[in-house]
């Protein structure tokens, strides 16, 4: 079992910057592939970016490309999203996600939102 908590969401102007953070329980955050998706209000919940295990890969979002970076500190079990440039249609709750072969964890997701 792994338990998610994200922190760092807000209220920020458009142009700004936040820095998403996501504590995991247990011993073996460093055996999931590490992700952040969003949903925004009346729309599906959409992938963000990854980071692989070692932290070696990651994907991402086209349209967060060049402003968002998805990190992790397996010593500190912790993945991090930095975001940059950020535009009103970044507005969303965002989670966090930690994926193996067998299992899928949610965090319970933070509020960000981008006023213009």
């Known amino acids: 079992q792994v338990q998610l908590v994200e922190s760092g969401g807000g209220l920020v102007q458009a142009g700004g910057s936040l820095r998403l953070s996501c504590a995991a329980s247990?011993?073996?955050?460093?055996?999931?592939?590490m992700g952040w998706f969003r949903q925004a209000p009346g729309k599906e919940r959409e992938f963000v970016e990854s980071?692989?295990?070692?932290?070696?890969?990651?994907a991402y979002l086209n349209s967060v490309k060049g402003r968002f970076t998805i990190s992790r500190d397996n010593a500190k079990n912790t993945v991090y999203l930095q975001m940059n440039r950020l535009k009103p249609e970044d507005t969303a709750v965002y989670y966090c996600?930690?994926?193996?072969?067998?299992?899928?964890?949610w965090g319970q997701g933070t509020q960000v939102t981008v006023s213009s």
């Open positions: 996600n930690a994926r193996s072969n067998w299992y899928d964890y």
């Open positions: 980071i692989s295990r070692s932290g070696s890969s990651t």
């Open positions: 247990g011993r073996t955050f460093s055996s999931y592939t």
